[in-house]
């Protein structure tokens, strides 16, 4: 990196946020909705080194590319928010009113505490976990923790709609 380009990037440390919006503008082209300013400060030092090295190679953009195109991997379980969806997989209608931040049953939640993979299988009764089964995932989170968490908090699952 030469030292024009190190000098203009140290720059923007001393910039305010007004001005990083506008020097965002007039480098990418386009306003920006963030207000951020180290995510401001890292996006245009990017772009100024991405402007000044060239980039990325042609390889990595058509790599990245077909990384994008595997659309079709999930990062969550699908939920069960119709009556369809619920009958289709089985599920009883004592179980029709489930909690609307569960996933649907034979799903899995995973947290990871302390550098321990803690996985849980949804059940239609309740969870299993280690072999055992559970009536909560309160109880899981007690278990795992020593003290009482609430399960949907320590397995960050959302709030009630």
Avoid at 95 to 100: G, Q
Avoid at 112 to 129: A, P, Q, S, W
Avoid at 141 to 158: D, I, P
Wanted: hydrophobic share 35%.
């Amino acid at each position: 990196m030469n030292i024009r380009l190190k000098a203009e990037i140290a720059l923007l440390e001393t910039m305010k946020v007004n001005q990083l919006t506008q020097k965002f503008e007039a480098i990418f082209g386009e306003p920006t909705r963030s207000r951020h300013k180290r995510y401001l400060i890292r996006r245009i030092a990017w772009r100024l080194q991405a402007n000044a090295e060239g980039g990325l190679s042609e390889r990595a953009r058509q790599r990245a590319t077909e990384l994008a195109n595997d659309a079709d991997i999930r990062v969550t379980a699908p939920r069960c928010n119709s009556m369809d969806d619920r009958l289709a997989i089985g599920m009883s209608d004592s179980n029709v009113n489930r909690d609307s931040r569960l996933p649907c049953p034979g799903s899995w939640i995973e947290r990871d505490y302390k550098g321990k993979m803690i996985r849980v299988l949804v059940d239609e009764e309740g969870f299993e976990y280690d072999g055992r089964r559970f009536r909560s995932l309160s109880a899981i989170a007690k278990l795992v923790t020593g003290s009482h968490v609430n399960g949907f908090m320590f397995f960050r699952l959302g709030r009630k709609s």
